[in-house]
């Protein structure tokens, strides 16, 4: 390392280096000062190497002519000392001042103003120890930009989120106004009229059910207009705070207006492949209902192994923001249900069903049911279509369905959900029926009632979703069986049939007789496509 010190008489900026002893070392000329170590020492300049060089040369005289010039020398050397002093003075305060564009001010203000910061080379050469600093200001540059680019990228999701639900604000807001353009806008006095039968009948039928369930309750004395319901504000503060399956348990203990919902309201448990999709459809385009988010979201089973008091709270926040859609319930006011469509729910009744009533006591669960060996071979094809594993794997059809078909009995878990629920929450209904063309709107219309909706809403017709045909591309060829295996069949989901439509009398969700003529009707028409004699072959569909 070069030892320097500054002459006196070269300035402040300009160093120059102790020669070596002797005359070659005392021509050898001076290394070359590189442009930031000669900015650096303008920097790192001190008192120490500061004087005029005439006083220096003052004071050895009068130290030879001592002791007669002491006094005059003395009384000199302090004056120079004193001019020294404040020209020392002068260059430190000229030190305040950045001696390069990227001085330590100068990054400052680069910064300041969003400048990229001095070159790395000039920095590294500085005596000062200036590049940690600038480094250390680069890294929180770096972090002050990653933060803007993530605050900037949060704004965006969150108006994304905000765009999404004000689009289906927008989607609600457009069927509020077609209701009420419907019940306005009648060609005729008498369409006018019915329109606003069915809207007072639904309100009526809204009112009844809210009061029906056992939690907080409808209180109309409390009515204000512009306040939230104390129902309405607990879940805000759920929805704040602490978004969890107890919070909403908790906030349903609070009373609420005429006509606002419970939240969930309602679930369509299954079964599977019957036409739980549609149904799905049918009812999302309802005003009444705040739009979900998916059909499957399968919570309860995929997150919590079937088990309410299981469910992962992180998981719980978004169920119920994200998949619930409490937010948008809550923008809604509670005046629009909320529900959502997981087909596995119904047939884990014996898992699920005592502890979801825990978790929701007020809970509404609509199941659709098919004909146990139709359903069974729609599964199936789902499955061999997809290749997921099925029976076929190990078994010919007959043994496959002989096998699994008890097992996928309907009555077992039926019972466990009335066990766990009573019976005015839950209303079954019956694929053919529902999907007849002749018995389907008194049907929609019946569970619509049910969930307390106004059950003239939507005026569209059941879709057909999920269809195996649509799926194949074409209509499948039917499962080929022989008379006797068909009939066999038959026996084996006989009893469970029987018992369905014995629940099904008993609790009023319909004509039980009726119910299991229905599914006669699916065995007979079967067999009746089947060739003659018990050998003969029959294409199930
Ligand atoms: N409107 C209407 N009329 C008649 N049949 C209908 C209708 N809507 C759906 N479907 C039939 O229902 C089967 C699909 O049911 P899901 O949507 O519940 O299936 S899933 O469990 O959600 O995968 C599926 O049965 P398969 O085609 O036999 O597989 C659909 O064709």
């Not at 005003?287 to 719980?316: L, R, T």
């Not at 669960?365 to 190990?394: Q, T, W």
Request: hydrophobic content about 40%; overall charge negative; charged content about 20%.
């Amino acid at each position: 390392m070069l030892a320097r010190q500054l002459s006196l008489t070269d300035g402040l900026a300009t160093p120059r280096y102790r020669r070596p002893a002797g005359a070659a070392a005392a021509q050898a000329p001076a290394p070359p000062l590189s442009r930031a170590a000669s900015l650096a020492a303008a920097v790192t300049i001190t008192a120490t190497a500061v004087g005029p060089k005439d006083a220096r040369r003052a004071a050895q005289r009068a130290s030879r002519k001592l002791p007669l010039i002491a006094f005059v020398a003395g009384a000199l050397l302090l004056l120079l000392v004193l001019l020294g002093s404040s020209r020392w003075r002068l260059g430190a305060a000229s030190d305040q001042q950045p001696a390069w564009p990227g001085g330590e001010g100068s990054v400052r203000r680069h910064r300041k103003l969003d400048q990229p910061p001095p070159q790395p080379a000039v920095v590294q050469g500085m005596s000062l120890d200036v590049a940690p600093i600038v480094q250390q200001q680069a890294e929180e540059q770096g972090a002050q930009q990653a933060e803007e680019q993530g605050a900037q990228q949060a704004q965006q999701v969150e108006e994304q989120g905000v765009h999404q639900a004000q689009q289906a604000e927008q989607q609600g807001a457009q069927q509020d106004e077609q209701a009420a353009g419907t019940a306005g806008d009648g060609s005729s006095a008498g369409e006018g009229a019915a329109a606003a039968t069915a809207a007072a009948t639904a309100a009526a039928t809204t009112a009844v059910a809210a009061e029906e369930w056992a939690e907080g309750g409808v209180d109309d004395s409390i009515w204000k207009e512009g306040v939230p319901s104390p129902y309405q504000a607990a879940l805000q503060r759920c929805m704040e705070l602490e978004p969890t399956l107890a919070c909403l348990k908790e906030a349903a203990q609070q009373k609420r207006y005429r006509g606002q919902f419970l939240f969930p309201h309602f679930f369509i448990v299954g079964w599977q492949k019957c036409a739980t999709t549609s149904l799905f459809h049918n009812l999302k385009d309802h005003p009444g209902i705040v739009i979900p988010v998916e059909k499957e979201p399968e919570y309860f089973s995929d997150d919590c192994g079937y088990d309410p008091a299981a469910c992962p709270p992180d998981s719980q926040r978004e169920y119920i923001q994200e998949t619930l859609f409490l937010p948008r319930v809550l923008r809604n006011g509670l005046y629009r249900a909320m529900f959502e469509g997981s087909t596995h729910y119904g047939r884990e009744g014996a898992k699920l069903a005592h502890g979801l009533r825990q978790t929701f006591p007020w809970l509404k669960l609509v199941a659709s049911l098919r004909e146990p060996i139709s359903r069974f071979l729609s599964m199936l094809g789902h499955n061999v279509d997809k290749d997921n594993y099925n029976c076929l794997v190990k078994h010919d059809l007959f043994d496959c369905l002989l096998k699994e078909l008890p097992l996928n009995n309907y009555t077992s878990p039926v019972a466990t959900w009335l066990d766990a629920f009573p019976p005015q929450q839950l209303k079954l209904v019956q694929y053919e029926s529902l999907t007849s063309p002749e018995r389907e709107a008194e049907n929609l219309r019946a569970v619509k009632s049910f969930l307390g909706l106004n059950p003239d809403e939507p005026r569209s017709q059941l879709p057909q979703s999920n269809t195996r045909a649509a799926r194949l591309g074409q209509e499948p060829e039917g499962w080929k069986l022989l008379r006797w295996q068909y009939e066999r069949l038959v026996e084996v989901v006989r009893p469970d049939a029987a018992s369905i439509a014995s629940l099904v009398q008993q609790h009023g969700w319909g004509d039980g007789a009726q119910w299991l003529a229905n599914w006669e009707a699916v065995w007979q028409a079967n067999l009746d496509g089947c060739g003659p004699g018990p050998e003969g072959e029959c294409l199930i569909s």
